[in-house]
Nanobody, 123 residues
Framework: QVQLVESGGGLVQTGDSLRLSCEAS????????MAWFRQAPGKERDLVAA????????SYADSVKGRFTISRDSAKNTVYLQMNSPKPDDTAIYYC????????????????WGRGTQVTVSS
């Protein structure tokens, strides 16, 4: 089992920056590809960004490209989401997820999930 704990959410204004963190514990070797998802009220949970085991490959939703950056520190078993120039549409609960597969896998291939952290962006 892998446990994922998110932190860093909160209330920010448009144009501010925010960094989310997700620390993995337990069988961390099983958390190869890591990702951030988000779910806004009344909407489905969508993939925001993903990063492979080595950190060499990343992917982003079109809506966040150029504004958000995903990274990982394997020594700390932590993945980050740097959110620059957030917009009100970015308001959502952000979830960290891990897949036992290495690669930019489909959303259904994520095996472990955190409980989420709320991000609210005011205009």
């Amino acid at each position: 089992q892998v446990q994922l704990v998110e932190s860093g959410g909160g209330l920010v204004q448009t144009g501010d920056s925010l960094r989310l963190s997700c620390e993995a514990s337990g069988r961390t070797l099983a958390s190869r590809t890591m990702a951030w998802f988000r779910q806004a009220p009344g909407k489905e949970r969508d993939l925001v960004a993903a990063i492979t085991w080595s950190g060499e490959r990343t992917s982003y939703a079109d809506s966040v490209k150029g504004r958000f950056t995903i990274s990982r520190d394997s020594a700390k078993n932590t993945v980050y989401l740097q959110m620059n120039s957030p917009k009100p549409d970015d308001t959502a609960i952000y979830y960290c997820a891990a897949s036992i597969w290495d690669g930019l896998v489909a959303p259904k291939r994520y095996d472990y999930w955190g409980r989420g952290t709320q991000v609210t962006v005011s205009s």
